[in-house]
């Protein structure tokens, strides 16, 4: 997926059907049967796990509210690269979710 594509998603099943197989390392069978993952989109609780998880492999993170009401979340890779993944959102989470699938699905 290229960013743009990421950034276009809205929150919803389909934004968190990929945050659960590309970031969590999750399982979807095929062909596609209901499989009950977390709405990571929709809920903060949800999607502080995302944060939690790229925490533990040494991200730095940020949060941030912005002006007009948006939010804001950067991840950057201190392993040696320095790269940095960062997306907007109407809420926390959409932009959590962004960023996030954005770093793991970058280089694919």
């Known amino acids: 997926m290229t960013r ?15 945050v659960f197989k ?3 390392g999750g399982h979807i069978p095929q062909p596609p049967f209901r499989v009950n993952f977390m709405k ?5 609780s949800a999607a502080w796990g995302i944060v939690e998880h790229f925490k533990s492999k040494g991200y730095l993170f940020s949060l941030k509210n912005l002006v007009g009401g948006n939010y ?5 890779d201190w392993g ?10 109407d809420t926390p989470q959409e932009a959590i979710c962004k960023a996030a699938l954005y770093a793991v699905t970058h280089y694919a």
Not at 4 to 18: C, F, Q, S, Y
């Open 4 to 18: 743009e594509e990421i950034l276009a998603m809205k929150p919803g099943r389909d934004l968190d059907a990929l």
């Open 72 to 76: 804001e979340f950067t991840l950057t």
């Open 80 to 89: 040696g690269k320095c790269d940095i993944y960062s997306a907007q959102g």
């Open 40 to 44: 990571y989109s929709s809920d903060i």
């Open 22 to 24: 590309f970031v969590m």
